[in-house]
């Protein structure tokens, strides 16, 4: 009976190690990140979410956009992440600060996002991306998500948001494709992943 | 210990043994449907089974149903009935109370059939393997904890006695399981962790996942059957009891290799690679076991189903365990991080080790639970050839096209689109191995059902099943701890 009782205990020990250092370690000293305040200007970084990013989030989740593009960027020691353009330095715990909801993401078959609202500013870019990503890079393999659009007759003035469509996704005369509710949170979301803000533990590097 | 009594035991936990192996096939049927259609949508963005207007059949929906239904639907369905089998066996007394396995399967398939409809409908959590919601995951982890809680009375009724490395093994999974599948829950997606912790917690679940629940029972069942398979005891019993203290003592840290360069204390990341390069003293330590159990005896035995299924696992689990601590070193993870080639690590665990093993058990143990032969003969050749060509071809494109698809990563003047370019051959070649494997499941499945519900005793025996169903009842030869 002693040796069950050891092989309990030692299951739940060794066990144990592990989940106080790697779940119950992170939840409890990841909660108590403050923003990085620069001295000379007292600029407050990271910023928060702005709009409907946090449901946009959710959206990013449901599509799966996490089993193709990573949300981190590895330090020039690491990879060639900062040669590719996709941020200026490496990212840390701190930029993620703010998220609700965090996808790092382990494949890249697509970019890497962490910074693609700092790449592209344009919500039409992301619109036309997602409806047909053909139109923005014509050897891409994204799928097209068309569900976040609808397409509906003009009324009086064309909307502000509806899509610039081109060629065959062009809809027909006196329609418009617009995003719905979740392709704007989604596309809002989008456009928040930037962190082009200083932060002492992650300088920028220098030749 | 006297084993008279072991068709006794077999008829008492028939009934739910045989509801976990069933549900573990359905599912595995349909993983199998979402495997195929997200392995030919991934490289095809404009075919028409790519379903551009339809959300719930997109590749982003169909991915995580195929990992959920083929971890959670099969290899755990799976897992808790060969788990429960090796427990009542080992215990050595017929059982009682057995309306809560079949309960406990019952609400576990209600809990798949819930998240898999969720994953589709777009309720996910974004969290890697813990994609069904929470109310999907109450309800599994509900289930889990009727069976669990069963599972440990059979332990406590056993005969008093030695007790084995195998049981260690299965008591250990569920345990384990228990903790990890609850605490990563509740604080992921019941309550919300910091975002920063989030990926920590994620990826200390999916480690302990593949190394302490799915790893320790596909090993306890080879330990059981391996030798019983081969007519001779386990070669080294203190190789066995090292093997089984060094799983429990890292599986637990592995899960962070897959963020190197992570936004993570630089320590958590090391410890995770230091563990995962030490993974290799349990491999080692059961690959030696297994094969020096096994050597001059295989020849002997001819074409043995449940034999050859678990040879092929336990070689797998070699090659999983050595290229696992490979692509974990920072200097080869900078390639492979990101790429194709931990998709065909994670295949070669998910389904050359595990599956085989737990495939072979199936071939074993679903005959003893009927009392009567596995049908179609044929049909299981055609599942083990299957199974190996499919997964041997799996392993080549992903690594191939993973590697160069990691150069290319590498080198920051190729264009992502041109790194698509390169690996788009290996990416059909995937797609094929895919098709291979599918439809080895759908032969697998077929005789199963057919075993299972034709009853009428058949008249032409094959000699290829007989000599595995009648060959092992005279000895028990597996380790025991004195």
């Given at each position: 009976?002693?040796?069950?009782?050891?092989?309990?205990?030692?299951?739940?020990?060794?066990?144990?190690?592990?989940?106080?250092?790697?779940?119950?370690?992170?939840?409890?000293?990841?909660?108590?990140?403050?923003?990085?305040?620069?001295?000379?200007?007292?600029?407050?970084?990271?910023?928060?979410?702005?709009?409907?990013?946090?449901?946009?989030?959710?959206?990013?989740?449901?599509?799966?956009?996490?089993?193709?593009?990573?949300?981190?960027?590895?330090?020039?020691?690491?990879?060639?992440?900062?040669?590719?353009?996709?941020?200026?330095?490496?990212?840390?715990?701190?930029?993620?600060?703010?998220?609700r909801a965090v996808f790092l993401g382990t494949s890249r078959l697509g970019a890497d996002l962490t910074n693609v609202g700092d790449r592209q500013t344009d919500p039409q870019w992301f619109y036309r991306a997602l409806y047909n990503p053909r139109a923005t890079a014509p050897e891409s393999v994204m799928p097209a998500y068309r569900w976040?659009?609808?397409?509906?007759?003009?009324?009086?003035?064309?909307?502000?948001?509806?899509v610039k469509l081109e060629g065959t996704d062009a809809p027909p005369r006196g329609y418009e494709v617009v995003p719905t509710a979740e392709g704007k949170a989604l596309v809002d979301y989008l456009l928040s992943r930037k962190t082009n803000y200083p932060l002492p533990e992650a300088p920028e590097p220098t030749e | 210990m006297e084993r008279s009594d072991l068709s006794v035991i077999d008829r008492s936990i028939r009934i739910p043994v045989l509801?976990?192996?069933?549900?573990?096939?359905?599912?595995?049927?349909?993983?199998?449907?979402?495997?195929?259609?997200?392995?030919?949508?991934?490289?095809?963005?404009?075919?028409?089974?790519?379903?551009?207007?339809?959300?719930?059949?997109?590749?982003?929906?169909?991915?995580?149903?195929?990992?959920?239904?083929?971890?959670?639907?099969?290899?755990?369905?799976?897992?808790?009935?060969?788990?429960?089998?090796?427990?009542?066996?080992?215990?050595?007394?017929?059982?009682?109370?057995?309306?809560?396995?079949?309960?406990?399967?019952?609400?576990?398939?209600?809990?798949?059939?819930?998240?898999?409809?969720?994953?589709?409908?777009?309720?996910?959590?974004?969290?890697?393997?813990?994609?069904?919601?929470?109310?999907?995951?109450?309800?599994?982890?509900?289930?889990?904890?009727?069976?669990?809680?069963?599972?440990?009375?059979?332990?406590?009724?056993?005969?008093?006695?030695?007790?084995?490395?195998?049981?260690?093994?299965?008591?250990?999974?569920?345990?384990?399981?228990?903790?990890?599948?609850?605490?990563?829950?509740?604080?992921?997606?019941?309550?919300?962790?910091?975002?920063?912790?989030?990926?920590?917690?994620?990826?200390?679940?999916?480690?302990?996942?593949?190394?302490?629940?799915?790893?320790?029972?596909?090993?306890?069942?080879?330990?059981?059957?391996?030798?019983?398979?081969?007519?001779?005891?386990?070669?080294?019993?203190?190789?066995?009891?090292?093997?089984?203290?060094?799983?429990?003592?890292?599986?637990?840290?592995?899960?962070?290799?897959?963020?190197?360069?992570?936004?993570?204390?630089?320590?958590?990341?090391?410890?995770?690679?230091?563990?995962?390069?030490?993974?290799?003293?349990?491999?080692?330590?059961?690959?030696?076991?297994?094969?020096?159990?096994?050597?001059?005896?295989?020849?002997?035995?001819?074409?043995?189903?449940?034999?050859?299924?678990?040879?092929?696992?336990?070689?797998?689990?070699?090659?999983?365990?050595?290229?696992?601590?490979?692509?974990?070193?920072?200097?080869?993870?900078?390639?492979?991080?990101?790429?194709?080639?931990?998709?065909?690590?994670?295949?070669?665990?998910?389904?050359?080790?595990?599956?085989?093993?737990?495939?072979?058990?199936?071939?074993?143990?679903?005959?003893?639970?009927?009392?009567?032969?596995?049908?179609?003969?044929?049909?299981?050749?055609?599942?083990?050839?299957?199974?190996?060509?499919?997964?041997?071809?799996?392993?080549?494109?992903?690594?191939?096209?993973?590697?160069?698809?990691?150069?290319?990563?590498?080198?920051?003047?190729?264009?992502?689109?041109?790194?698509?370019?390169?690996?788009?051959?290996?990416?059909?070649?995937?797609?094929?191995?895919?098709?291979?494997?599918?439809?080895?499941?759908?032969?697998?499945?077929?005789?199963?059902?057919?075993?299972?519900?034709?009853?009428?005793?058949?008249?032409?025996?094959?000699?290829?099943?007989?000599?595995?169903?009648?060959?092992?009842?005279?000895?028990?030869?597996?380790?025991?701890?004195?």
């Amino acid at each position: 009976m002693n040796r069950a009782k050891g092989l309990f205990f030692g299951v739940f020990f060794l066990f144990g190690l592990s989940w106080l250092a790697l779940a119950a370690y992170p939840y409890i000293t990841f909660a108590g990140l403050r923003q990085s305040k620069d001295e000379a200007t007292g600029a407050l970084a990271p910023l928060g979410n702005p709009g409907t990013s946090d449901q946009g989030a959710r959206v990013y989740a449901a599509n799966g956009c996490l089993y193709c593009h990573s949300q981190y960027v590895r330090d020039k020691s690491e990879g060639s992440d900062i040669e590719r353009k996709w941020g200026k330095r490496r990212t840390v715990a701190r930029d993620y600060m703010f998220d609700r909801a965090v996808f790092l993401g382990t494949s890249r078959l697509g970019a890497d996002l962490t910074n693609v609202g700092d790449r592209q500013t344009d919500p039409q870019w992301f619109y036309r991306a997602l409806y047909n990503p053909r139109a923005t890079a014509p050897e891409s393999v994204m799928p097209a998500y068309r569900w976040l659009f609808t397409t509906r007759e003009i009324q009086g003035q064309p909307s502000a948001d509806a899509v610039k469509l081109e060629g065959t996704d062009a809809p027909p005369r006196g329609y418009e494709v617009v995003p719905t509710a979740e392709g704007k949170a989604l596309v809002d979301y989008l456009l928040s992943r930037k962190t082009n803000y200083p932060l002492p533990e992650a300088p920028e590097p220098t030749e | 210990m006297e084993r008279s009594d072991l068709s006794v035991i077999d008829r008492s936990i028939r009934i739910p043994v045989l509801i976990f192996l069933a549900s573990g096939v359905f599912w595995l049927i349909v993983a199998s449907g979402f495997w195929l259609l997200a392995s030919s949508q991934i490289h095809t963005p404009t075919a028409w089974w790519t379903f551009p207007g339809v959300a719930w059949l997109s590749f982003g929906r169909t991915y995580p149903a195929f990992l959920n239904c083929f971890v959670y639907g099969w290899a755990t369905c799976a897992g808790i009935g060969v788990g429960i089998w090796l427990l009542a066996r080992f215990s050595s007394v017929p059982l009682r109370n057995s309306l809560f396995p079949i309960l406990a399967a019952a609400t576990w398939n209600i809990g798949i059939a819930v998240g898999v409809l969720s994953v589709m409908g777009g309720a996910t959590t974004g969290k890697q393997m813990l994609e069904f919601p929470s109310y999907a995951a109450f309800i599994l982890f509900l289930a889990f904890v009727i069976v669990g809680l069963w599972a440990l009375t059979i332990f406590w009724a056993r005969r008093p006695g030695p007790t084995c490395v195998s049981q260690w093994y299965i008591l250990g999974a569920f345990l384990w399981f228990s903790w990890m599948y609850s605490t990563a829950n509740i604080l992921l997606n019941f309550t919300s962790a910091p975002g920063p912790a989030q990926p920590a917690i994620n990826w200390w679940y999916i480690g302990s996942l593949i190394d302490l629940w799915l790893t320790p029972i596909a090993l306890g069942t080879a330990y059981y059957l391996i030798p019983k398979l081969v007519g001779r005891p386990i070669y080294s019993y203190q190789l066995a009891l090292f093997g089984f203290w060094s799983l429990a003592f890292l599986g637990g840290w592995t899960g962070m290799t897959h963020l190197i360069g992570g936004p993570l204390p630089a320590w958590m990341i090391t410890a995770s690679i230091v563990a995962r390069v030490l993974m290799i003293l349990p491999v080692l330590a059961v690959a030696a076991n297994f094969h020096l159990t096994i050597k001059g005896k295989f020849e002997d035995l001819g074409w043995n189903p449940a034999l050859r299924f678990m040879v092929i696992g336990a070689m797998a689990y070699t090659a999983y365990g050595f290229e696992g601590s490979l692509i974990s070193t920072r200097t080869i993870a900078q390639i492979t991080q990101f790429t194709f080639v931990t998709f065909g690590h994670a295949q070669l665990g998910l389904f050359g080790f595990f599956s085989m093993i737990l495939f072979g058990a199936y071939y074993y143990i679903v005959p003893r639970l009927l009392e009567r032969q596995w049908l179609l003969p044929g049909f299981t050749k055609l599942h083990f050839w299957f199974s190996v060509v499919g997964i041997g071809l799996l392993l080549f494109a992903l690594t191939m096209g993973g590697l160069i698809q990691g150069f290319g990563l590498q080198d920051p003047q190729i264009s992502m689109s041109a790194v698509s370019d390169l690996i788009g051959p290996f990416l059909l070649i995937q797609n094929v191995a895919v098709l291979l494997l599918v439809l080895a499941n759908l032969g697998f499945a077929f005789a199963f059902a057919l075993t299972l519900l034709i009853t009428a005793p058949l008249k032409r025996r094959s000699a290829a099943i007989e000599s595995s169903a009648d060959a092992p009842r005279k000895i028990a030869p597996e380790v025991t701890v004195a």
